[in-house]
């Protein structure tokens, strides 16, 4: 535990930030963009979450295994079965689940409570404080989030009360933080695509042994969910999560939590484009307040540099 403590709280290298917070984002927008996609799956071709879970990571993992061919980590393997099972392909999952029991904007408000755990987390257990302009963007984020998925066209009753959507929510959020936290000493020591790749294929084949790849029965255009899928897989999956562990290494969990609150933006953008959904007044403010923490977050970052802290 000590050593994991001591990762953590490693001093990020001021020089990086921005292109931390850029590889955060990037990931996000790409998460945002295969929400999308993962929506059309379910809806008009029938595919269940768990299997698209276990197609995007072994899918994955396995394109990084055979382009980087990195060393397993044996001493680490433990740790590694315990970030991938429960880290990586939990996050997926439980996400997922909370959009098939309730409603994209149920399970995207209850994961938005993963950035307030990690800040407190980091400000209290590993001891990194809590900048006052940190402390703003969370709010502003965390209320952006809120008025993006709850200012639909009919209010507040946009979020589903289901009760198994609003446990698999809270559990998004208990994995999504623990998925960031553990990703960071992870990444310290064995690199980004390492964990990235190791994480996805031990990931994928714990869930191939509940839903496998070949059990599925797609409805409508085969050539549709092929590409939809591979969508999900090489951009939403592979791209996403590796530019996101990649911005781990110069930016906090913290700050990476609330430049993952751009994902919803991205995925409201997304639908209007392609679905065409359309966003309310109140939506358009909430998207604003997520740019405008992200914001906080790089001139926060500059004026600490330029003060020497």
């Avoid at 940190?134 to 709010?139: E, G, H, K, P, T």
């Amino acid at each position: 535990m000590g050593r994991v403590r001591l990762r953590l709280r490693y001093v990020l290298p001021a020089g990086g930030h921005l292109r931390g917070l850029l590889y955060a984002l990037a990931g996000a927008v790409l998460w945002g963009l295969s929400g999308t996609a993962a929506q059309v799956l379910f809806q008009f071709h029938h595919i269940a979450p768990q299997w698209l879970v276990t197609v995007r990571m072994l899918g994955a993992g396995l394109l990084l295994v055979l382009w980087l061919r990195p060393p397993f980590p044996q001493k680490r393997a433990m740790v590694f079965l315990i970030f991938a099972v429960i880290g990586l392909a939990g996050v997926q999952y439980t996400y997922l689940a909370a959009i098939a029991y309730a409603n994209a904007a149920t399970a995207t408000l209850l994961q938005s409570l993963s950035v307030p755990m990690i800040a407190l987390y980091e400000g209290v257990v590993a001891r990194k404080g809590m900048k006052p302009g940190r402390v703003v963007a969370l709010v502003i984020a965390v209320a952006g989030t809120a008025l993006l998925v709850l200012g639909g066209e009919h209010g507040s009753i946009t979020v589903q009360v289901n009760l198994l959507g609003v446990v698999f929510g809270l559990l998004s959020a208990v994995v999504a933080a623990f998925y960031l936290l553990a990703s960071v000493p992870l990444v310290a020591e064995f690199g980004t695509w390492s964990t990235t790749t190791w994480g996805f294929l031990i990931g994928g084949l714990a869930m191939a042994c509940w839903a496998p790849p070949w059990a599925v029965q797609p409805s409508g255009s085969i050539v549709a969910v092929v590409l939809l899928t591979g969508f999900v897989v090489l951009f939403g999956t592979l791209a996403a999560f590796g530019l996101f562990l990649e911005s781990l290494r110069t930016i906090t969990a913290t700050e990476a939590g609330i430049a993952g609150t751009m994902e919803p933006v991205s995925a409201a953008v997304a639908a209007f484009v392609f679905l065409h959904v359309t966003l309310t007044p109140v939506q358009d403010v909430g998207g604003a307040l997520i740019l405008l923490a992200v914001v906080l977050l790089r001139t926060g970052a500059r004026w600490a540099t330029h003060q020497g802290g």
